[in-house]
């Protein structure tokens, strides 16, 4: 909770500025211990190349992706923070991913291949349509 509102207080003062938030989303990755940090510096190439509108910012410490409202779309959380044997890469529910009464919001991540990179890739961009 100490993270989130030092998060909260760094966008207040640095409003939509998409350096502050790059900043503090490679930060967050360089501290991150392997497979998680190769998997989150990826998955930030690829979203930021899926969806250059989105405004990479930090949300509970993880890297995140919002919208020019300033709310999170997409997010990736490592296994090792929370103690889980994968890392998650999640949407929120401003995410544009709605298929009738059920749709997935998230995804269990081992590792990053070709087929995973192209999926997530295919899902930013559905998310932000």
């Known amino acids: 909770?100490?993270?989130?509102?030092?998060?909260?207080?760094?966008?207040?003062?640095?409003?939509?500025?998409?350096?502050?938030?790059?900043?503090?989303?490679?930060?967050a990755i360089a501290a991150m211990k392997e497979p998680d940090r190769s998997m989150a510096k990826r998955l930030h190439e690829i979203v930021t190349a899926s969806a250059p509108?989105?405004?990479?910012?930090?949300?509970?410490?993880?890297?995140?992706?919002?919208?020019?409202?300033?709310?999170?779309?997409?997010?990736?959380?490592?296994?090792?923070?929370?103690?889980?044997?994968?890392a998650t890469f999640g949407f929120s529910d401003t995410a544009n991913l709605d298929e009738?009464?059920?749709?997935?919001?998230?995804?269990?991540?081992m590792k990053l291949t070709a087929a995973e990179e192209a999926k997530i890739s295919a899902l930013v961009k559905k998310a932000v349509s």
């Open 53 to 86: 509108a989105l405004l990479p910012k930090t949300w509970y410490g993880m890297p995140a992706y919002a919208n020019a409202d300033g709310k999170v779309v997409c997010f990736f959380q490592a296994a090792q923070k929370f103690g889980s044997r994968y």
């Open 1 to 27: 909770m100490k993270a989130r509102a030092q998060e909260l207080k760094a966008e207040a003062r640095a409003g939509k500025d998409r350096a502050e938030g790059e900043k503090a989303i490679l930060a």
């Open 100 to 109: 009738g009464n059920m749709w997935t919001t998230s995804f269990a991540l």
